[in-house]
């Protein structure tokens, strides 16, 4: 299994601004993934982290929108550049130990762009 | 890449009947099939998980069938309890790029009415 550490846990930000999310796993694993949740809809995949090279983003999603950094094989940070209202939404991190196995999601970053 | 398609959206049910969600997936290549219960607020926890060389995995109140042909999966959910209403999600893993992500449905809300 996983533990999964993701902070804040919510934020209320002024548009224009950026806000980075921590997410911190207590063992290390080789891929992390981030997702963002819209109010009442699914999961969508924003982008996979993989340490010691540049993230791979989904359609639709780009670098300079929300860079991610994967310093090390426990933990990850994801950006929200310049945010508008439309970026209002939960970003959760996700990792699985074994690629066969569960994915474990962090708490959620509940965030709000006023 | 993957494509997960979930039925119906909403579900409503009498405390004690059956619930069934179902779900369809576009790659054949894909090998693991989790299915998420997601209560509000909190992340999204697993509470069963399929193998593309099992047809069918029961767990006392919750069981999942896999058809491999038709590329569907299907949760069941027997003898249902106020504590089931939640949104689940079902997902399958999608092996391209070899990244080992998760593409999800996109969700079905249950109330179990008592």
């Known amino acids: 299994s996983a533990v999964i550490s993701q902070k804040p846990s919510r934020d209320i930000c002024q548009r224009g601004t950026s806000l980075t999310i921590q997410c911190q796993v207590d063992?290390?694993?080789?891929?992390m993934f981030w997702y963002r949740q819209q109010p009442g809809q699914s999961l969508t995949l924003i982008a996979t982290?993989?340490?010691?090279?540049?993230?791979?983003?989904e359609s639709g999603f780009v670098i300079d929108k929300f860079p991610i950094s994967r310093p090390n094989l426990t933990f990850s940070t994801l950006t929200v550049s310049n945010m508008s209202p439309e970026d209002s939404s939960i970003y959760l991190c996700?990792?699985?130990?074994?690629?066969?196995?569960?994915?474990?999601f962090g708490q959620g970053t509940r965030l709000t762009v006023v | 890449g993957e494509n997960v398609e979930q039925h119906p959206s909403t579900l409503s049910v009498q405390e004690g009947d059956s619930a069934v969600i179902k779900c369809t997936y576009s790659?054949?290549?894909?090998?693991?099939f989790p299915w998420y219960k997601q209560e509000l607020g909190k992340r999204p926890q697993l509470i069963i998980d399929?193998?593309?060389?099992?047809g069918e995995k029961k767990d006392q109140r919750i069981a999942v069938t896999l058809n491999k042909t038709a590329k569907h999966f299907s949760l069941h959910i027997t003898e249902t309890q106020p504590e089931d209403s939640a949104v689940y999600f079902c997902?399958?893993?999608?092996?391209?790029?070899?990244?080992?992500?998760?593409?999800f449905g996109a969700g079905t809300r249950l109330a179990v009415h008592p």
């Open positions: 996700s990792v699985h130990v074994d690629p066969n196995t569960e994915a474990f």
């Open positions: 063992s290390q694993v080789t891929m």
């Open positions: 982290a993989n340490q010691g090279s540049e993230a791979t983003y």
């Open positions: 790659d054949s290549a894909s090998n693991y």
């Open positions: 399929i193998r593309s060389n099992v």
């Open positions: 997902a399958a893993r999608d092996l391209s790029g070899g990244y080992n992500k998760l593409i």
